[in-house]
């Protein structure tokens, strides 16, 4: 299976990636992804992390724990900590369907 255009094709990660200004249709990897993010991060003096903050808290339940794994799979982990005051698991206990399947994706990323 690749997880990664599973991951990247669901719902939840192209409204989030929207949200953010990010073209996650781009991305060919995890690495790659990952590269990207940070090379656009960087670009914009933190502009991913920035914009990342300001839309958690307009988020729902289901939502945020899907920007948490978009940073996390990104390797902005504490960001994605910091976002949900360090609760990133009790959150998880609100996501359902498409949304906990792009979580769990990009936990296991490979």
């Known amino acids: ?9 669901l719902t939840p990660i192209r409204d989030m990636a ?11 990897s995890w690495d790659d992804y990952s590269s990207r ?3 656009a991060n960087d670009r914009n ?7 990342a903050k300001e839309i958690a ?3 729902s339940t289901g939502e ?3 920007l948490q794994a978009m940073l996390h799979a990104a390797d902005f982990s504490r ?8 609760r990133t698991w ?3 206990d609100h996501t359902y369907g498409d949304n906990a399947t792009a979580v769990a994706l990009a936990i296991m990323r490979r």
């Open 1 to 9: 299976m690749d997880y990664f255009n599973t991951w990247k094709s």
């Open 18 to 28: 929207r949200r953010l200004g990010f073209d996650v249709g781009s991305c060919h």
């Open 37 to 39: 993010f940070q090379a």
């Open 45 to 51: 003096v933190g502009h991913m992390v920035k914009k």
């Open 57 to 59: 808290g307009v988020l």
């Open 64 to 66: 945020l724990p899907v």
């Open 79 to 86: 960001q994605a900590d910091e976002i949900s005051d360090e």
């Open 90 to 92: 009790r959150r998880l």
